[in-house]
Structures are given as structure tokens and as C-alpha cells.
């Protein structure tokens, strides 16, 4: 039995590309998912993930990697990622998580929570990078998937707009570290605020700067974060008694949550005991 051609598709095809081939396979819902905040050394992880629809109806004007977008072209890019997916979702990772479960295993949970979370059942997934199991679907991932297909760029700009958004709510009750500048990127200006005030409560302290700051860094990463945080005096936007972010309660197509439930699991040592990358996005 011959086995089917293989389809090929080159990057310069265009953004789309992927998917239509995907769609001229049989796979007519096509998702992505994606994540902000893996470089940050405060607040969120944030994934989401997004299925457009066919043909000219999902192409959407602006679309690209989110990375390569200014803030305020982000923002209308994700209002009609919005008014145009067939679903899409965001989930929303806290701090204390990332230290108490390890970067990467919180990076996976997130982006299968987002996808699990859609409405409309995927047929075929893309991830950005990394590839993540247990969705019941096939599924791809893509180097760079938010600069190859347009549902993980979809995704990367519900991911990204989500967390800027929480990082400014972040500044107005943390004032000290400029977390509405550098969204909590490890920049000159960030690691000058954490010498000078200590890490607050939105920091991950299983990341080597933040624990050289608070003094913590002799113990084990997960064993960092205090048992009473510095601002307990004020209400986190993650608070573990709600299921949805305070900040995002309005939102009425996607779903949002913080993801939970699963056993924690050995991390990878990317994000613990290592200085971060210092994305800046």
C-alpha cells in the first residue's frame, strides 16, 4: 500500500499556508497555542489558544508573531482574533506555580489547558516549540509556529495583550519595580528595582536573580518563596480562592483559569538556578 504524499510547505508560502495545507488534508479546525512570559522573571505565564476559521473568513489584517508588533498594533490585532476565532482561550499561570512546579512542566500545562479549554474541538493542533501530549488529537510542533502558522500567531497575541494587561494591573500595586515598562523581562532597570527593594510577591523566586536578591539563594528552588509574602497586606491578582484572574472576569468568549490538578513533576533545569534569557517583548 502506497503510503501519501508528504505535503511540503515552505515558509515563504505565507502565514495561512500551513493551515490550508492542514484543510486540504482533512483537517478542517486547526488550533494553536502559544505563551508569554517564559523569559520573565515576575508575574504570569500565560497561554492561550485559538482556531480561526476557513478560507478569507480567518485572515486577519496585522497578524503576526506578537513579538514583532507594537503594543498598540497587538491590540487591534487581538480584538479581531477575538471577533473572528471560531474559540479561542487563555489560561493564566501564577508565580508561585512556576516555583513550586518548574518552568517548563508549567509551560506545557498551560498550553494543554488553553487547548483543552476551546470550545470547538480541534482536529489538528500547532504548538509553538515545544510539542505537548495527552491532547487526543494529532498534533505539530512548530519552530517559531508564531511566525509560520496564523493560529499560533493568533495565539501568541491573546497570550501576550492578556499579560501586558496583567503586568500594568501588576504596577499599580507593586510601583517600585516599573512592571508596566518591562512586563517583568529581566532589564537594567528591573534587576536596579530588585537590588534596591527585594522581590515582591509576583516575583519567581526559583529564578536565580530573584533569589540572589531576596537572600534565598542557598536553598532549593522551590523552597524560596517565603512562607509569608512580603505584600500579603495586598490582594494578588492570583488569588488561588477564585478561578479566574480578577482582572479578567469580564472576558465572554474565551475561557480563563489557572491551571491545576495535575501532580507536580521533575522540571528541566531551564528557569531554575539559571540566569533567564532577558527576552524583552
Known sequence: MLAPPRTVVRREAGLYALEQALQRRGFQRVAGADEAGRG????????????????????????????????????????????KALAWSVTIIPPAEVDSRGLHVCNLAAMRRALASLTVRPEYVLTDGFP????????????????????????????????DRLMVELDARFPDYGFAVHKGYITDEHSAALLRHGPCAEHRFSYANVAAASGRGNRPPRA?????????????????????????????????????????????????DEAMEGEKR
Open 224 to 272: 524560596r518563596r517565603p512562607a509569608e509574602r512580603p505584600a500579603d497586606t495586598i490582594p494578588s491578582l492570583f488569588d488561588s480562592s477564585v478561578t479566574e484572574p480578577l482582572l479578567l472576569r469580564e472576558a465572554t468568549e474565551g475561557t480563563v483559569g489557572v491551571a491545576s490538578g495535575e501532580q507536580p513533576q521533575p522540571s528541566p533545569s531551564v528557569g531554575e
Open 132 to 163: 505537548v501530549d495527552g491532547l487526543g488529537v494529532p498534533g505539530l510542533a512548530v519552530w517559531k509556529g508564531d511566525r509560520v502558522a496564523a493560529c499560533v500567531a493568533a495565539a501568541s497575541v491573546l497570550a501576550k495583550v492578556t499579560r
Open 40 to 83: 520573565a522573571c515576575a508575574g504570569p505565564l500565560v497561554a492561550a489558544a485559538a482556531i480561526l476559521p476557513e478560507g478569507r473568513r480567518g485572515e486577519i489584517p496585522g497578524l503576526a508573531d506578537s513579538k514583532l508588533l507594537t503594543a498598540a498594533a497587538r491590540e487591534r490585532v487581538y480584538d479581531q482574533v477575538v471577533d
